[in-house]
Structures are given as C-alpha cells and as structure tokens.
C-alpha cells in the first residue's frame, strides 16, 4: 500500500501518475492540485472509488479540477494524458446526510492546465466592446487609467447602499449532527498566489498549525495556484475549486467537510463562494463562529466589503487592518462597534533590515523603488511614466527598481524599453531578497490606485526608506503628509516626481519626511497586531 496524502482518500493505484513518489510524474505543483482534486471529490462522494485521468495543458491554460464539467471523460485537443490514478474515498457517511456510498467506479478527467503564465483580466474581455476596451487599455495605459479614476469618482461621491441579507434564526440548527473528531478550522481564500491579503490568509493558516488545527483550506478564484507548495501549507487538507460546481456536489462537498472534521470556525479570506454559502452553514451549523478579514475599499465594484457587509448577519466577527475600514463599516454602513475588530498587519514585514550609513547612499546614484505585483491595482506602468519624468528631469543621476512579477509583466518589459528606460530601470524577481531591494534604495513609490495598508511601507519604514504614495486606503496612516500624492494618473506623477527631486537636492527635508512617517509607524504599532488577535482567537476555538 501506498503512503497516503490525505486522510479522506486512500490511493489504490499509483502506477501511471506518482502521486506518491512512485514515478514522480509529477512536479510538486501538480501533485499538489491532484491532492486538491481528489479531497474534493473525496468530500463529496464518501466511500466511493474514483479514477482519474490526469492531463495537462499548454502553457498558460489553467487547471479545472472539479467544476461540473469533470462529470465528464473527455478533454481538448491540446491536452497531453499523463495518467491515471485511482483512489477510495474514506471520508465518513452519515446516513442523514448522504445518500448511500456507490460501490461503482467514478471516472473523472482531471486537468492540471499548463506551466503557470500570467494573463491578464483584459486580454479575456471578448466581443466588439471588450475587444475595443483591450485595445485601448493596452495603447494608452495611463490614459485609460485616467477614465477609471473619473469613475471612480463618480461612484465614490453617490456611494453604495448595501442592503443586509435576514439573519438565520436559530436556536438549535443540527449542531448535534455527528462529525468527525479531528479540530479543524475552515478557510476560504481567493487564490494561492501572491498577494497582501494572501499574504496574511497563509499567516493565519500557520497559527491555526500551530494552535493544534488542521487548516482545511478553499480557493473559489481559477489560477495556477503557485503559492500551494508554500511550507506553511503542509500538513493542510488543500480544495482548489473550480466553479460552478455541480448543485448536488456542493452541499455534498460541504456536508462532508462537517461530517468529516469537527470545524471549529470558519475565517473567510476574500472567497465569495464561501461568503454566499454562509446562510446555509448558519442555518445547519449556527454553532460555527465565522470571521473575515478585509483589506481594502473597492469603490467602483464594492468588493468583498460590500459582500461582508451584506452577509454580516452570519459572521461573528469583522476583522479589519485599517481605521479607515473600521469607520466605514461602523459610520458608513452602521454595523455594531464590538463586531468590528481593528487589527493591524504592521508585523507582517520582512523583519529587521540594515541601514546604509548616509555617505554611501550621496555617493551613489538616486534609487527609486517599486514593489509589489504587476497588476492594474499596482499601475506599474505609472511607476514607468515617474522614471521617464525623472530621468528627463532630474539635479543628479537617478536609477530605479521594479520588483514584482504578475499579469502585467510583459507590459512592463515593453513600457521600459519603449520609454527608452531599459539602461536605468533594474527588473528584478521574488527570487531577489526584499531586504535587498529596500537596502538599496532611497525612495519607495507606491503608485497604487486602491489600497489598504501596504506592508511594503511598513517594510521601508524599518529599512529607514521614505513612501512616496498615492493617497488611496488608509496609506494616510503611515506616510507623511507631504508625500501623500493624488490618485489620479497624471497629477501623481508631476507631484511624486517633485517630492523625489527635493529629497535629491535636500537630504535634511528627506530625513523629516522619514522621520514622520517613523513616528505613524511607531504609533500605529500601539494599536492591536492582527497575528495577536487571531492567535487568541484561535485559542478560544479549541475550548
């Protein structure tokens, strides 16, 4: 028999994939995902024996694991068949909640998609119009930005009105239904890639480790999951869904997750499957607290703070990491003050980072920074628009640094080298030290349309590097009030490019401009850390 890498499937025959190391068919990306599938499927369909037939894909195709389409056994033309893998579900049947196991063997097409590729939400948009926007987005991307801001605009001044969903009243549900006795917490998280809100979703799963749960772990967003092979995950029973689901194997699914573990909470990470699934939970297992964590205010969809607000009648606890959050949870749509937790990231950093002495830096060319993904959320492509305003226009000789990677890669590649910035901008990956980048830097821009609260400026702030930010979220908290620029595109460039040329020229004004923002950082480390909370949290669960 082989060894297991679940404990509610079982595998029978390894031969033709390696799942456990037998050929090593395999990359550990892959037989994570594989894994995934099968405790999905698993979950769904107790005692039952499955086979997969795993394929892959051509680079930049995603994996499809379990959306209703794998009732089917057939797949592309482009895939190639890597496999076959059979395994037994050992997840529990409970007679009043599942119908009775099949002893018959289910055959299922798994699709691991191809290498992982960044793709952006804009190359999908079909039809005239998508097409017509893409063209556009991709022509002039500061442009373009700069109608989504007078929209944004607009949205903001109307603001939204958020109508709550009716609470499940309930004084017993089916609490008392049996269940496994494994504690476990149940997370719901957008994707596993990189990400701020990500970033603290895996934090949150180690303390759940470390408290004495097994992480049960649910993404709803299709990607290629790289961050499934992190350390912090080992151990956790992973579900990377693929949706819509069929309707019978969703409740399924989640009825065999309650059956199988004993959950002791739930702490929702921006999953809207999960969020829209509340009601039902609460209605059977209103015994489960549930708590999410917010991060930022999307004004021209809502986000997920419009979902949390709507369903904040079956959560528990509103988990927030910015006073900018919790005013407007409270002031804005006037959810009860104790319901709503400020809880700060302000520890979730790379740690201690040394300072280069002053002369070092004077004796060296100027460096800007960027870091973070390449997204549109991040407007890399405003940060290639400041080192052209700069190199044009600058009192001493000026570098730059991009550190990211993401959708919106290969548009920076080409803005770099189309503005003529290729001999002074330095590119560099997640394999380069974070630390390293912030050692070498004099300035961070922080060029985002939306945030939060970056971590990268608590990150500058401990290497003693001053933020040039827009003036979106609660970045305010943090930044000295000079350096807080408008979020429209081209206002933003002409004032962050002043900012730089005087901290260029004055290397006293740079160090008041830090030394403010060091004395928000330090009080803004007095308020509550969110990895306290969540610890205590925890703690209370195992009770």
Known sequence: MYSQPSPVFEVLDDSGVGLTGENALLDERERRLVVGAANFHSLAGPGQTFRFTVVRGPSGTLPA??????????????????????????????TDLHSAASDGLVDIALDLGGPPAQITAYHQLTGVLGKARKAVRFLAPVQFDALRQFRTDMVERKGRDVPRKAPVRLSRGTAAAPHGDTPAILFGLHWLELGGAERWAIDTIRLAKEAGFLPIVITDRESPQEWITRPELD???????????????????????????????????????????????KSVRPDIPVVDSL??????????????VRLSNMIDKHHVISPQLRDHLIGKHGLPEDKVVLATLAGLTTGAISVPDADTVENNPFTVSFVGRFTQQKRPYLFLQLAA??????PRPVRFIMQGHGELAAEVNSLRNGKGLA??????????????????????VVSSDNEGLTLTSFEATAAGVPVVSADVGSQASLIADDLLCPRHPYPFVQAAAARIRTMMTSPDQRKTWLDEQASKAEAFAKLPRGEDWTRDLYQGWLK
Request: proline fraction near 6%.
């Open 389 to 394: 305003e700069l190199k044009k226009n600058s």
């Open 235 to 281: 151990g956790a029973l992973i579900v990377p869904l693929n949706l819509p689901l069929d309707p019978k194997q969703e409740s399924a699914f989640l009825n065999g997750v309650l059956s199988a573990f004993d959950v002791r909470g739930i702490h929702l990470h921006h999953n809207t499957w999960l969020y829209n699934l509340l009601p039902w939970i």
């Open 295 to 308: 991060h930022v205010l999307e004004w021209r969809t809502g986000g997920f703070v419009d979902i949390s």
């Open 423 to 444: 001999d002074v901008v330095e590119l560099r990956g997640p394999d380069v030290p974070v630390s390293d980048t912030f050692r070498d830097s004099d300035v961070l």
């Open 65 to 94: 694991l379990t959306d209703e389409e794998r009732t089917t056994i057939a797949w592309e033309d482009d895939r190639e068949v890597v496999g076959s893998l059979v395994v037994r579900s050992t997840a529990p049947t409970v």
